[in-house]
């Protein structure tokens, strides 16, 4: 099996610039940048809270979509032939803030502080939190996040997670609210561990932001698809998940996203009892800042200008924590397009 190609550029080396630039962000737009600037001659460090490089390519999204092996001979080749270092199990930030696989980072390091000591930093920290659907009920024990479930079962599968974090799926009722990529893994991989799937979505399959081929991928492995359902509450026993309650839907106009408005029809509650919950409404961005230091947007976004430079001269930022949750495709495009501005800023050209 082939490696995944960060350094597509270049063979070998290029003669060293003497720059240093720092990437805070192991996933796919770091991985791509650093191919790109190594092969410009610039020195690349990577600093990254999780245990070995790779991001949500190899700690989330399932081996069908992307094999970790493909993810591993990209990033070691990345170490070997073009020598740049990582920083495993190390979190920058400035301010303080909980996100999904902060149980690894061992250190802590500022931004301030690369900022100090590299010439370049660029932020790619993508998206380690989920959104709370703040709903009645939506705190009981059963009710998983869906990064973190994906999380647990990756991460033992690559020998990080102990098997005990996984919960037993076998004959369960996994109710799934969503109908992006993530509700369609998390479905995925609760269907390959034994589990009874059903997928709850507001609006029809056309309107499905996975798409109609995935959902139907996933129907033929016997995922049931329930479609023009929003959930009201989470009906609990013993503090403990035993039911969804949900209110059928009927599309309204287009709202801001060109999609149809669900409207929920009153009166049409009905109950489906489930063992876990799945709210799959979507991921947040986690930029390594929790306070002013840069400029975000009221989603949590960092803010970039043309050049995908940041409010701070000489931080640059790139991928899904600009962007908000995209597919791995994007995040490559937007890693290679900031390390081409990052180049040209550092040798006075842009």
């Known amino acids: 099996m082939k490696g995944m190609k960060f350094s597509f550029l270049c063979k070998k080396k290029p003669q060293p610039t003497g ?8 996933g796919p737009a770091g991985l791509t940048a650093a191919g790109y600037l190594v092969c410009k001659g610039h020195n690349v460090d990577i600093y990254d809270k999780m245990p070995e490089p790779g991001g949500l390519m190899l700690f989330v999204i399932p081996e069908f979509r992307i094999p970790v ?3 591993r001979l990209g990033a070691k080749e990345l170490e070997e032939e073009f020598e740049v270092t990582y920083y495993p199990r190390t979190k920058v930030m400035e301010g303080e803030r909980l996100d999904e696989g902060d149980e690894f980072y061992e250190r802590v390091v500022g931004l301030d502080e690369l900022r100090e000591n590299y010439d ?9 939190n989920v959104r709370r659907i703040g709903i009645p009920g939506d705190d009981l024990e059963g009710i998983l996040s869906p990064l973190e479930l994906l999380f647990w079962i990756k991460g033992h599968e690559l020998g990080y ?10 004959g369960k009722k996994v109710g799934i609210i969503g109908a992006g990529l993530t509700a369609v893994d998390t479905a995925f991989e609760c269907s390959r561990l034994g589990a009874d799937v059903e997928i709850f979505y507001r609006r029809t399959i056309r309107e499905a932001p996975a798409g109609a081929y995935e959902i139907n991928i996933l129907r033929n492995r016997g995922v049931k698809w329930f479609e ?11 503090g403990r998940v035993k039911a969804i309650e949900l209110l059928r839907t009927r599309l309204g106009k287009p709202d801001e996203t060109g999609r149809r408005r669900p409207i929920p029809i009153e009166g049409s509650e009905f109950q489906v009892p489930v063992d876990y919950l799945v709210f799959a409404i979507g991921m947040v961005s986690t930029p390594p800042v929790n306070g002013e230091y840069l400029a975000t947007d009221n989603r949590g976004r960092i803010v970039v200008d043309g050049r995908h430079m940041t409010s701070v001269e000489g931080i640059f930022a790139a991928g899904d924590v600009v962007n908000g949750p995209t597919k791995v495709g994007r995040a490559i495009k937007d890693g290679l397009y900031a390390a081409v501005s990052i180049d040209e800023w550092l040798r006075g050209e842009l």
């Open 19 to 26: 720059k240093r630039v720092a990437i805070v962000g192991a």
């Open 69 to 71: 092996e493909r993810v």
């Open 120 to 128: 370049a930093v660029l932020i790619a920290t993508g998206i380690w």
């Open 161 to 170: 997670v102990p098997g005990e974090k996984v919960p037993d799926l076998k």
């Open 228 to 238: 023009l359902v929003t959930p009201k509450r989470v009906i609990g026993e013993n």
